[in-house]
C-alpha cells in the first residue's frame, strides 16, 4: 500500500519562503517520477513541478525561475522550495507518487 504524506505548509507573507517535504512508501522510489500538484479554492487542481526518476524536473510556467523541486531516493522524500511567493500561490499542495496523493498541505501567502 502506497503511503503519501506531505509536510511544511503555513502562513508567509508575500516574497517570503516555504519548503515542503513529501515521503513515500510502499512503492520503489527511485523509479517513479514524483510530482507537487496544487488546488485554490474554486480552480481545478493543477501541476507545479515535476521530477523524473532520473532528475528532469519541468515546471509550471507560473513558477519557473522561483520553485524548485528536489528528490533524495536514499530517504525516500522529494521537496519543493518555494521562493519568493505570491499571493496567487496560495492553495493546497498535493505530492503524488505513482498514483497516490497524500492529503496535501496548506500554503497560504498573505500580509
Known amino acids: 500500500q502506497v503511503q503519501v504524506v506531505e509536510s511544511g505548509g503555513g502562513l508567509v507573507q508575500p516574497g517570503g519562503s516555504l519548503r515542503l517535504s513529501c515521503a513515500a512508501s510502499g512503492i520503489i522510489f527511485r523509479l517513479y517520477t514524483m510530482g507537487w500538484y496544487r488546488q485554490a479554492p474554486g480552480k481545478q487542481r493543477e501541476l507545479v513541478a515535476t521530477i523524473a526518476s532520473g532528475g528532469t524536473t519541468i515546471y509550471a510556467d507560473s513558477v519557473k525561475g522561483r520553485f524548485t523541486i528536489d528528490r533524495d531516493n536514499a530517504k525516500s522524500t522529494v521537496t519543493l522550495q518555494m521562493n519568493s511567493l505570491k499571493s496567487e500561490d496560495t492553495a493546497r499542495y498535493y505530492c503524488?507518487?505513482?498514483?497516490?496523493w497524500g492529503q496535501g498541505t496548506q500554503v497560504t501567502v498573505s500580509s
Open positions: 503524488r507518487a505513482a498514483m497516490s
